[in-house]
């Protein structure tokens, strides 16, 4: 019976270490950046069962099979729309400023589109403007209504939206609505979807949560971008959710959410259509791709001739292109180089980048909200402020609320805004859009609202953030830690 007893064991701890070295293998031929190879190595070798799940659930980019499969189909119809597109040759750029001809260069061979030129687009730094604006424009809505968000709250403003959509569905608007299943998990619960699908709104629950497809598809892979588009020739996107800030009940701790969002005119428009176009077909299985005619894509008359490029990530776009895009308007830099974000995880290179401008002599400010909604990340970014600070890097603490704006200026004229946080997650994961903005007019907007944001900011002083406790320190290189995972 003991010699029984002893084979089993062994053939047990045969087939677990066989499991561990498989598990190992495949973390290895992944290509994923070392620090984040070795972290799951780590937590996978000390607490091995959990490890090993919790690899699998989220350790590697499952969109599952059925989106896989839609991805391979739709390819051939967004390349021939894209083919038909630039047909329109009256709407694209031939030339850019010093600054901006680098990134608009990567994105044209990475994208397969050039930056389009023509474009009316304006700065709406208040809930109550951006909310009015959106309003306007929906209620003027002859075609159609297309939106997305990671989060939709009702109350407030937000029930004026919906409202809105309601009555331009019931006057013949085609109105195309997706919402994240868990950035929005208590507005499914609610009455107002079935409410809105009721008037005729076609409502859909995108990456829909379900754990019996736990280990199929990674449940933290979100649909995080911000995008409303109007009769295929106005359009909105940033780092706003559908929420009336106003209506918001604070974290004593936090305060008010601050964000912003940009509402554009033009063709750009029609090329962020393309991407919701994607969207759509993948979560959907419906073709609907954004109409290429003269009437929706001829270019404004008028001076403000923003030069405008969409960026898209996520599952089935160009892989790495954020991180690609960031390094290049961050080296593109000769003067000046501004940051916003909520989340500050970088990756090593993207690190390295901002630490090496401001070392020859850029200007560089990064202002992060002092206190957040997520005490990892708080923390972890902390992590990162010695090397910056050494490197010359100005940071600002923010102190008027979570300032959840995410934009990048460089030398006043190359403006980036979207969705995209400076951490992990966004920047491998999730879905997201940038919207990247040539023109010094729109820069020196962007940059009186990032002047805005530094006064009501406390900048660190290196001395005395050398002399944090001990305490801190262990937290931070604990939080620093898990930051290849965040």
């Not at 780590?42 to 896989?68: C, M, N, S, T």
């Not at 004026?160 to 299943?181: E, F, H, L, Q, Y």
């Not at 009721?198 to 379900?210: D, H, P, Q, R």
């Not at 106003?246 to 991407?275: A, Q």
Request: hydrophobic share 45%; aromatic share 12%; with cysteine.
């Amino acid at each position: 019976m003991a010699k029984a007893y002893v084979f089993i064991s062994w053939i047990f701890f045969f087939f677990y270490w066989l499991f561990i070295t498989g598990i190992t293998i495949r973390v290895l031929i992944k290509k994923k950046p070392v620090t984040s190879a070795m972290v799951w190595l780590l937590v996978i070798y000390i607490i091995p069962l959990i490890g090993v799940i919790a690899y699998i659930a989220f350790g590697e980019l499952h969109l599952g099979k059925r989106r896989i499969k839609k991805i391979y189909n739709m390819s051939p119809s967004v390349l021939m729309w894209l083919e038909n597109l630039r047909n329109f040759k009256h709407i694209f750029a031939t030339k850019n400023s010093q600054v901006a001809q680098p990134l608009f260069q990567l994105c044209e061979k990475r994208q397969g589109i050039a930056g389009v030129k023509g474009n009316q687009i304006k700065l709406l730094t208040t809930c109550k403007d951006s909310f009015e604006s959106l309003l306007k424009d929906i209620n003027n809505a002859k075609i159609s209504i297309e939106m997305v968000f990671y989060i939709w709250q009702p109350g407030g403003l937000v029930n004026n939206v919906i409202d809105a959509s309601i009555n331009a569905a019931k006057r013949g608007v085609k109105c195309r609505i997706m919402v994240d299943s868990a950035g929005s998990w208590y507005f499914f619960r609610g009455k107002y979807p079935d409410k809105m699908r009721a008037a005729g709104i076609e409502f859909v629950e995108s990456l829909k949560i379900n754990l019996m497809r736990f280990f199929l598809r990674r449940m933290d892979l979100r649909q995080h971008r911000k995008i409303v588009i109007i009769d295929n020739y106005i359009s909105y996107t940033g780092s706003m959710n559908m929420i009336d800030t106003n209506n918001l009940k604070y974290n004593s701790n936090i305060g008010e959410l601050i964000d912003i969002l940009v509402r554009m005119e033009g063709p750009v428009s029609t090329t962020l259509g393309i991407v919701y176009a994607f969207d759509w077909e993948m979560e959907t299985g419906n073709c609907v791709l954004p109409p290429t005619y003269d009437v929706n894509i001829m270019p404004l008359k008028h001076n403000n001739n923003h030069i405008a490029q969409i960026i898209a990530s996520g599952p089935g776009f160009p892989n790495q292109l954020i991180q690609q895009s960031l390094m290049t308007a961050i080296f593109s830099a000769r003067k000046k180089l501004v940051m916003t974000t909520p989340y500050f995880v970088p990756s090593d290179v993207l690190l390295h980048a901002i630490c090496t401008v401001a070392m020859r002599g850029v200007d560089v400010s990064i202002i992060i909200p002092r206190k957040n909604d997520s005490f990892l990340v708080r923390w972890a970014s902390r992590a990162f402020y010695s090397e910056l600070l050494e490197a010359g890097v100005k940071i600002y603490h923010f102190e008027n609320g979570l300032l959840h704006t995410k934009s990048v200026l460089v030398d006043d004229e190359l403006s980036l805004i979207g969705s995209v946080n400076l951490d992990m997650r966004s920047l491998w994961l999730n879905f997201e859009i940038t919207i990247v903005i040539d023109d010094k007019n729109f820069g020196n907007d962007l940059t009186l609202i990032q002047c805005d944001y530094m006064l009501r900011s406390t900048q660190l002083d290196i001395i005395d953030w050398n002399k944090r406790s001990f305490w801190h320190r262990v937290i931070e290189r604990f939080c620093y830690f898990f930051s290849p995972l965040l």
